[in-house]
């Protein structure tokens, strides 16, 4: 079956820096996205992976490992606008996205 | 401002009853989907709609019917409902359905409630 593993809820404080990680089993693979969700409002688009390494935007980058099945969205500088749900997608060989239940990241002063 | 509306944002319906939700784009894209999304669970994608044709139906009860008139528009009809399809469900939007990168728009949702 497809999987998509992500932790469920992380802390951190503010200023500080955050991984996210996420994990996957998919059939094939056209890519990994990270999307943005603040409570009660529509997912976001933050970032599209589909070569290995490390793509930086801004405050936030996003890492690929085809081999090992796994990303990670890394957050600096955290401001408590980021408290929000972080969710993990993968496009299957049908280019169907394949979703994580999202982790909540909870910023603290 | 995503550019993907949805109405209405909160529905509450009895299990017999018929009610519809509206999704709308102003993006110029060619694709449509609509996923429930249940606390804690993954987005489950339902339906999807490439230039408006239905290319994917992901095992969802015929109590869910889907319509799409035209590249802008979505329709879900809702009847004879379960409590346990009470969930948020999204709309979403993207350039096509062939291209893997293309990202996809989402609505803000109608939180629904079945009683």
């Known amino acids: 079956g497809q999987n998509i593993d992500q932790p469920t809820e992380m802390t951190a404080t503010e200023g500080a820096i955050v991984q996210i990680n996420c994990t996957y089993q998919t059939s094939g693979f056209n890519g990994l996205f990270w999307y943005q969700q603040h409570a009660g409002e529509a997912p976001t688009f933050l970032s599209y992976?589909?070569l290995d390494g490390l793509e930086e935007k801004g405050r936030f980058s996003s890492f690929l490992s085809r081999s090992k099945g796994y990303s990670y969205l890394l957050l600096k500088e955290l401001q408590m606008k980021d408290s929000a749900s972080y969710l993990c997608?993968?496009?299957?060989?049908?280019?169907?996205?394949?979703w994580g239940a999202g982790t909540k990241l909870i910023i603290k002063p | 401002e995503t550019g993907v509306t949805q109405t209405p944002r909160h529905l509450v319906m009895g299990m017999t009853n018929k009610k519809s939700l509206k999704c709308e784009q102003h993006l110029g894209h060619n694709a449509m989907y609509w996923y429930k999304q249940s606390a804690k669970k993954p987005l489950e994608l339902m339906f999807v709609y490439n230039f408006k044709e239905q290319t994917e139906n992901n095992s969802v009860p015929s109590r869910f019917s889907p319509e799409c008139p035209n590249s802008s528009h979505l329709f879900l009809h809702l009847h004879t409902l379960q409590p346990e399809d009470s969930a948020l469900y999204l709309c979403?939007?993207?350039?096509?359905?062939?291209?893997?990168?293309?990202?996809?728009?989402f609505g803000p949702g109608t939180r629904l409630t079945v009683t």
């Open positions: 997608a993968v496009a299957d060989s049908n280019y169907q996205l394949i």
């Open positions: 992976n589909v």
């Open positions: 979403a939007s993207s350039q096509t359905r062939q291209e893997p990168h293309d990202e996809q728009y």
